[in-house]
């Protein structure tokens, strides 16, 4: 026994020195992690620098409105615009669209500033048309303004303020109805005083499809400001609502301003009863797609221009051409369209780049020709 027990001692005191020697060289060993170098860095509070986005160019900016008339853009969602603006869906960069306002129309001499001739009137539509303008009603406007919806490249939207009876719009306006397809649209003020007979005849226009009527308020002569009081306010708005509800089966979503007026208290209140357009009688230029021009301050050149850029809501504050000054603005028009698509097709790249960087995997591929 005690022979065993000797064995087994000289069999540890030779064993030992090589396993202490062994687990020396382990410990030594540097120790390998799987952890990635950037999991280490952020443990080690180091944090990596953020990859650099790409830069998106300006607004685009022109020379062919009055400068203090800049643009202004209502989209917030930039990943949301690069998509509606370069889906080959939808409107082609460089879409615009002029809107005018057509007061009375005389037949011999105008005298006020808001109305215009029969022969001007003409020559203002025939203009529009040999240019390549078409007309386009309310409701593809919205889709336009709004989502980018494809509308013809030059669009006109035909504003006729006021209330008239068929034969005005048979004399004036049917003829580019029957012949181009050309609707107009009528800012229509639900006076509770109305003939009958004139009612009726807007109905069936309406139903025809000739004019497309929207909200102008109820009170002839009646004009909105942040000073009107809230019974005013809702009278005009609420009023018109109702109206249009019992006699034209429909909801107006556009609000043209009555006699121009208008401010922020009336703007709130109109998107509190969900329209989703308004329309001043402010002439500064064409529209286009997240791009509006809009005055910050007063103009003393054109004091009867309202400011309306910091009310913040440009699609509730549009502007208008007066129709007596819209021949003349005609090739401003598409010059500006023209200039906007080649801005755009300049900065395609840049933009599409951002696109597929910062917004891609949120908001899908834009869809391919």
Not at 102 to 121: F, K, M, R, Y
Not at 142 to 163: H, M, T
Not at 291 to 297: G, N, T
Not at 334 to 347: D, F, H, S, V
Request: aromatic content about 10%; hydrophobic content about 35%.
């Amino acid at each position: 026994m005690n022979k065993q027990t000797d064995i087994i001692k000289q069999i540890l005191y030779r064993f030992t020195p090589i396993l202490l020697i062994l687990f020396t060289l382990i410990s030594c060993e540097p120790f390998r992690s799987n952890t990635s170098p950037q999991t280490e860095a952020a443990v080690a509070g180091v944090s990596e620098p953020a990859p650099t986005l790409p830069q998106l160019p300006p607004t685009f900016q022109t020379a062919l409105v009055n400068p203090l008339d800049t643009p202004h853009s209502y989209v917030d969602d930039t990943c949301r615009y690069l998509k509606n603006k370069w889906n080959p869906e939808s409107a082609a960069p460089g879409t615009i669209v002029m809107v005018i306002r057509v007061g009375n129309i005389e037949t011999s001499t105008a005298t006020e500033p808001d109305d215009i001739t029969q022969v001007n009137l003409i020559r203002t539509m025939q203009e529009l048309k040999f240019q390549g303008f078409e007309a386009i009603k309310m409701k593809e406007f919205l889709a336009f303004i709004e989502r980018n919806v494809k509308i013809p490249p030059r669009s006109v939207l035909v504003i006729q303020d006021g209330n008239y009876s068929a034969e005005h719009y048979d004399r004036y306006y049917r003829d580019y109805w029957n012949n181009w397809g050309w609707a107009v649209v009528n800012g229509w003020q639900s006076d509770s005083e109305l003939p009958e007979a004139l009612l009726r005849e807007n109905i069936e226009m309406e139903y025809e499809g000739m004019v497309d009527h929207q909200a102008q308020g109820v009170t002839p002569g009646t004009t909105l400001s942040d000073e009107s009081a809230k019974t005013v306010i809702a009278r005009e708005l609420q009023g018109a609502m109702d109206a249009f509800g019992y006699n034209y089966g429909k909801t107006p979503f556009a609000f043209i301003w009555p006699n121009g007026g208008f401010g922020q208290r009336p703007v709130e209140a109109a998107r509190l009863l969900k329209y989703q357009l308004g329309f001043t009688a402010n002439q500064r230029g064409p529209v286009m797609y997240n791009w509006i021009p809009l005055a910050d301050e007063a103009d003393p050149e054109r004091p009867g221009y309202i400011p309306e850029g910091l009310i913040n809501d440009p699609l509730m504050t549009l502007p208008r051409y007066q129709a007596n000054e819209a021949f003349d603005a005609i090739d401003q028009v598409r010059a500006i369209g023209k200039e906007a698509a080649a801005y755009a097709e300049a900065n395609k790249d840049v933009e599409l780049n951002y696109y597929d960087v910062v917004c891609s995997e949120t908001y899908g591929p834009i869809p391919t020709p």
